[in-house]
């Protein structure tokens, strides 16, 4: 009898973990689709620096036909120039600022229809909100957020007509500042926060087209970026951000590039994010049954270890304004 029970209730055991898998792998939206790359248009914003000009390379190595935008027309001759010498392929350059929705529409016509379109163009100045001038605050809106709606805005038209119609990806490179709001950082939070809203919506107006999005949440990367905005950021803000250590552009870009070919919705980029991602799911879509079954399973753990990562950055900015802050 006890033999029996304790036999019936490992199967039970066994049961209804198997059953909720096949319950999820039944019911996830969108579907899984591999997005190619090779011998498609890959369209890549900020592509002449950092992560940007690492895509770029990554892409045109995997045998992409690359185009890369950025303002400075220098800078961008510069990473053309580094691409054909590291990978042999040719990548077509346009200059334009992405605040300017006029000129971001010539240049994504000049290039043609877009397969890929990787928004990766940002801004970071990080400082407390009462002492940052509203100029910069709306810096940061403007190329990070209103930015990217003007890229896809003007792609879009082209990519429905894309030839062969195979699958096309929407790419939005947002931040881990972005799905965890972080002290310096209310306006840069604030933009990247807004791509997540950006990103849900478009999944589900363009799958019709069979195109399919991808938010990206890297930390600190090594990139001229970086470099810059570490001589102005706040003592805590370095701090709080130090918790998901830092990688290089390279590795940022190899993961960001296979999650845009997985067509996974949301990607991470290292462990710090894999499990951000798991404790920010919230409605976000998931194509993988069985990314979502270690979604329902970590749920309630994972909002203990956030909120463990809370006490702990409340501690750090209590010291450092017992301290004095900034610097
Ligand atoms: N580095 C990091 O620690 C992290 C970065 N990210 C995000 O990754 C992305 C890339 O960052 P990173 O590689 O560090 O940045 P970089 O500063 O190294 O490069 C930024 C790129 O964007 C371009 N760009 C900036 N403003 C505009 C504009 N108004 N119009 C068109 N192009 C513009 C720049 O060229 P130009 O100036 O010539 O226009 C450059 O090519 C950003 O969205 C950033 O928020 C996310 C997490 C961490
Ligand atoms: C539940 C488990 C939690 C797991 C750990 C969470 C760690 C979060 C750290 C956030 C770091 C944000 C860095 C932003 C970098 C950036 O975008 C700037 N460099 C500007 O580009």
């Given at each position: 009898?006890?033999?029996?029970?304790?036999?019936?209730?490992?199967?039970?055991?066994?049961?209804?973990?198997?059953?909720?898998?096949?319950?999820?792998?039944?019911?996830?939206?969108?579907?899984?689709?591999?997005?190619?790359?090779?011998?498609?248009?890959?369209?890549?914003?900020?592509?002449?620096?950092g992560i940007?000009?690492a895509?770029?390379?990554?892409?045109?190595?995997?045998?992409?036909?690359?185009?890369?935008?950025?303002?400075?027309?220098?800078?961008?001759?510069?990473?053309?120039?580094?691409?054909?010498?590291?990978?042999?392929?040719?990548?077509?350059?346009?200059?334009?600022?992405?605040?300017?929705?006029?000129?971001?529409?010539?240049?994504?016509?000049?290039?043609?229809?877009?397969?890929?379109?990787?928004?990766?163009?940002?801004?970071?100045?990080?400082?407390?909100?009462?002492?940052?001038?509203?100029?910069?605050?709306?810096?940061?809106?403007?190329?990070?957020?209103?930015?990217?709606?003007?890229?896809?805005?003007?792609?879009?038209?082209?990519?429905?007509?894309?030839?062969?119609?195979?699958?096309?990806?929407?790419?939005?490179m947002?931040s881990q500042?972005?799905?965890?709001?972080?002290?310096?950082?209310?306006?840069?939070?604030?933009?990247?926060?807004?791509?997540?809203?950006?990103?849900?919506?478009?999944?589900?107006?363009?799958?019709?087209?069979?195109?399919?999005?991808?938010?990206?949440?890297p930390p600190d990367t090594e990139t001229p970026g970086f470099?810059?905005e570490?001589?102005?950021?706040?003592?805590?803000?370095?701090?709080?951000a130090?918790?998901s250590g830092a990688m290089k552009a390279d590795e940022v870009a190899?993961?960001a590039?296979?999650?845009?070919?997985?067509?996974?919705?949301?990607?991470?980029c290292n462990?710090?994010?894999?499990?951000?991602?798991?404790?920010?799911?919230?409605?976000?879509?998931?194509?993988?049954?069985?990314?979502?079954?270690?979604?329902?399973?970590?749920?309630?753990?994972?909002?203990?270890?956030?909120?463990?990562?809370?006490?702990?950055?409340?501690?750090?900015?209590?010291?450092?304004?017992?301290?004095?802050?900034?610097?």
């Amino acid at each position: 009898m006890a033999a029996f029970s304790l036999g019936f209730f490992s199967l039970l055991l066994l049961l209804l973990p198997l059953s909720l898998l096949a319950f999820l792998a039944f019911i996830v939206r969108p579907r899984p689709v591999k997005v190619p790359i090779k011998n498609r248009h890959v369209f890549i914003t900020g592509g002449s620096s950092g992560i940007g000009l690492a895509l770029a390379q990554q892409a045109a190595s995997e045998g992409s036909r690359v185009s890369i935008l950025a303002r400075n027309t220098s800078k961008l001759e510069e990473a053309r120039d580094a691409i054909r010498l590291s990978t042999g392929r040719d990548v077509a350059i346009f200059s334009a600022d992405v605040r300017n929705y006029e000129a971001v529409k010539k240049a994504i016509e000049d290039a043609g229809p877009i397969d890929v379109l990787v928004c990766n163009q940002g801004v970071f100045v990080p400082q407390e909100l009462e002492t940052q001038d509203i100029e910069e605050i709306k810096f940061m809106i403007d190329v990070n957020l209103t930015g990217t709606f003007h890229l896809i805005k003007a792609a879009l038209p082209g990519m429905k007509n894309r030839s062969g119609r195979g699958p096309g990806s929407i790419a939005i490179m947002s931040s881990q500042a972005g799905q965890v709001g972080i002290y310096g950082y209310t306006a840069y939070s604030a933009s990247k926060f807004g791509l997540k809203g950006l990103a849900e919506a478009l999944q589900q107006e363009v799958i019709g087209e069979n195109i399919h999005v991808s938010l990206i949440f890297p930390p600190d990367t090594e990139t001229p970026g970086f470099a810059e905005e570490n001589k102005r950021r706040p003592r805590v803000t370095s701090i709080i951000a130090a918790s998901s250590g830092a990688m290089k552009a390279d590795e940022v870009a190899k993961i960001a590039l296979n999650g845009i070919k997985s067509g996974n919705f949301t990607v991470p980029c290292n462990f710090e994010g894999f499990l951000l991602s798991i404790a920010t799911a919230g409605l976000s879509p998931q194509r993988s049954f069985l990314m979502a079954f270690v979604e329902v399973i970590a749920a309630g753990v994972l909002r203990v270890t956030g909120l463990c990562f809370q006490w702990n950055w409340y501690g750090s900015i209590e010291k450092c304004l017992e301290k004095g802050n900034s610097e």
